[in-house]
């Protein structure tokens, strides 16, 4: 089991290139069919400065920046038990190509449910850019069964 006294737990903190190759990739991975996602052009004509971040992308980034081994193990949790439980994002600015996005995250919960069969840790990350405008709040959860 995970254990409560990581409630509060920093974890290391990292920054991220956003590509507008990527954003592409990704835009049309998920089905994407705005072309404000993979034209400058159309991008720059709607009022963005660049090609913008897809509202989920964000979660791809964090999971770049962390060492999974690393987090797995302070949780003591196992890769072959665990589940992708929860994600959320709260949006405060828009983050585009070129930006540079820092994730500072930390442990902000650790409970269990069905008497100890299904263990959730939650971690909450602020993503910042470059000029440390406050871009987005990521939070996700892991449950380990």
Known sequence: MADKSLIGHKLDKFSVDVEK???????KAIGETDPVYTSEAA?????????PVPPTFLKCLEGEGRDL?????LCNFDLGRILHAEQSFVYHAMAYAGDVLTFNASIT??????GGALQFVVMESRVTNQDGVHIADVRSSLVQR
Do not use: C, Q, W
């Open 21 to 27: 190759g990527r954003l592409r990739f990704f835009a």
């Open 69 to 73: 081994t690393a987090f797995l193990k």
């Open 43 to 51: 991008a720059i004509a709607a009022g963005h400065k660049a090609l």
């Open 109 to 114: 919960d650790v409970y269990e449910k069905k």
